[in-house]
């Protein structure tokens, strides 16, 4: 079965650019989380949905990121204009459960990330 | 204090050794638990739940400590394929403050 899929793998562009990633979640997953990776702060949770509708956006850094889910196999986070403080590694990620119930079995399933530079 | 603190590392054993882990974290409301798994510039995996009794799996032994708010990872009979990243997640359900918090990850390192 094909995991989550994320494009693009690598993406290098210049400040003020558009920069827009893509991913596909797991079949039948009603969950789908966008973090984001850096060294210094590890894994952040910018946004996630719920049968395709933003239930928390808490985690989006400001104004210039966004992110939809037109429907259940699509999801784009995308930023403008971007900023090299932006670099990181872009995961995304599905999963079957409400991941904040208890007892929850904790998987998330990621896509292998979008690498993203900004100059 | 950060919500969840792991040891960075590196951690440094040769094959065949034993080697733990520890990670904290600060809310007591905390849930659950798991540790995950990262390769060098791949994904995060999950690699076990972390139960109230403790839990085996294979070479892998997970414990929770609640009453001094940590959790550990043992690593028995280390092999070069267990050199990864290891990620500590805490799954904060308490009221409307719900959210999985990620530790900044432990690197191991097993050498031949």
């Known amino acids: 079965d094909a995991g989550v899929i994320q494009s693009p793998r690598h993406e290098v562009t210049e400040m003020g650019q558009e920069v827009t990633l893509r991913c596909k979640p797991i079949s039948g997953h009603d969950y789908l989380f966008w973090y984001r990776q850096t060294m210094m702060r590890g894994l952040e949770l910018l946004i996630y949905?719920?049968?395709?509708?933003?239930?928390?956006d808490s985690g989006m850094p400001e104004d210039r990121f966004s992110a939809k889910m037109p429907n259940a196999s699509f999801s784009t986070l995308k930023i403008q204009p971007s900023e090299p403080r932006d670099s990181a590694v872009y995961f995304c990620a599905s999963s079957p459960q409400q991941p904040y119930r208890d007892h929850h079995t904790g998987e998330l399933f990621f896509g292998e990330g979008s690498r993203l530079t900004v100059l | 204090r950060k919500e969840v603190e792991q040891d960075p590392g590196p951690f440094n054993v040769p094959e065949g050794a034993t080697v733990a882990f520890n990670c904290t974290y600060s809310n007591s409301a905390s849930q659950s638990f798991f540790w995950y798994r990262q390769d060098c510039r791949k994904e995060p995996k999950l690699l076990m739940s972390v139960y109230s009794s403790g839990n085996e799996d294979g070479r892998f032994t997970a414990q929770l400590n609640r009453a001094s708010q940590y959790i550990s990872l043992l690593i028995r009979d280390s092999k070069l394929s267990d050199s990864a990243t290891y990620l500590c997640?805490?799954?904060?359900?308490?009221?409307?403050?719900?959210?999985?918090?990620w530790g900044l990850g432990t690197s191991l390192a097993v050498n031949p």
């Open positions: 997640v805490v799954n904060l359900n308490a009221g409307n403050n719900r959210k999985l918090i």
């Open positions: 949905f719920n049968n395709n509708v933003p239930i928390d």
